[in-house]
């Protein structure tokens, strides 16, 4: 009989000190992002609370599609981002392309955004702009001014880059338009889906002979995973890419996203590996 209590009495006490544990249990919840880089065609700002200093991998594949991340073939890209202090993040870049037809080219591009409005935590809005300089495919530099905006929450979180581009060669376009968004939601502690839209050399829609072939759009989906307490953090995102408009000039080699090609629509996938050096 006493043996048959105590056994009573020590599976209580065990069942006790469990729910114990289960109500005082409490998963870790992230408030905002901690990802340097959670979409692949729009770049956001780093602040105090991010990895301050990254390194990334990103590869792409893509048909009927042309340029820097959608090469026709495969095509790499290495990069490095880090936080600067007063709100000044820098990103820099070098994207090396082998083509289907054969032959291996390279482009490189560096640039500096400051936010002016928020920037001082993850969450909320933050507003920003910043310059660089670029190198293209066919060697011609162009330089760089971006505009960023951003809002992260919780459980969700939304990127806008508008991107302007002036190259040093006569052939090319007086100024290049580059607009993107991307919308990422909160499916678990680690996972984000969303989508991404990327419009491309938007100057088409009023110059007939634009020199990248002319305007084209990109939307498709978009996902980011974020494991706890690890330094790598990953990124996939792609879609279909289409003309919204076309001229008759011979494209360019200047660095794009998704391409500059005067024949057909096509597609781009890429993905994207970064790792934290700090965390």
Same mark, same amino acid.
């Given at each position: 009989? +006493?043996? =048959?209590?105590?056994?009573?009495? %020590?599976?209580?006490? $065990? ?26 065609? /729009?770049?956001?700002? @780093? ?7 990254? !390194? ?57 955004? +400051? ?6 935590? !993850? ?6 702009? *910043? ?6 495919? /066919?060697?011609?530099?162009?330089? !760089?001014?971006?505009? =960023?905006?951003? %809002? ?6 939304? @990127? ?17 338009? !580059? ?7 909160? $499916?678990?502690?680690? @996972? ?5 839209? @990327? *419009? ?18 990109? #939307? ?13 953090? %990953? ?9 919204? =408009? +076309? ?7 200047? #660095?794009?996203?998704? *391409? ?12 994207? $590996? ?6």
């Amino acid at each position: 009989m +006493r043996k =048959t209590i105590l056994i009573l009495f %020590f599976a209580g006490a $065990v069942l006790n000190c469990a729910a114990q544990k289960k109500d005082g249990f409490k998963p870790e919840i992230k408030t905002g992002t901690n990802t340097a880089q959670p979409f692949l065609f /729009s770049l956001n700002t @780093l602040t105090t609370e991010n990895p301050r200093w990254n !390194i990334h991998y990103s590869g792409s594949y893509g048909e009927r599609t042309n340029g820097q991340f959608g090469y026709d073939g495969l095509g790499q890209q290495f990069g490095v981002k880090g936080y600067l202090g007063s709100r000044f993040t820098l990103y820099a870049t070098a994207a090396v392309g082998f083509a289907n037809s054969g032959g291996i080219t390279s482009a490189e591009q560096a640039e500096v955004i +400051r936010d002016f409005l928020g920037g001082k935590g !993850i969450a909320g809005f933050r507003l920003g702009a *910043g310059l660089g300089l670029s190198r293209d495919w /066919s060697n011609v530099g162009s330089a !760089i001014s971006r505009i =960023t905006a951003s %809002f992260d929450r919780t459980n969700w979180r939304m @990127l806008g880059n508008l991107r302007f581009e002036k190259a040093f060669d006569k052939t090319r376009d007086k100024l290049d338009f !580059i607009s993107s968004f991307g919308y990422q939601h909160r $499916v678990s502690n680690v @996972l984000y889906i969303g989508f991404e839209a @990327l *419009g491309q050399d938007l100057e088409g829609f009023w110059e007939k002979d634009e020199a990248e072939g002319g305007a084209k759009v990109m #939307i498709g989906p978009s996902i980011n995973l974020e494991p706890n307490h690890s330094k790598l953090s %990953f990124s996939i995102s792609g879609g279909p890419v289409f003309y919204a =408009t +076309r001229s008759q000039v011979i494209p360019s080699e200047a #660095i794009r996203e998704i *391409g500059s090609t005067a024949s057909g629509n096509g597609y781009t996938i890429r993905a994207l $590996v970064n790792f934290n050096l700090h965390r």
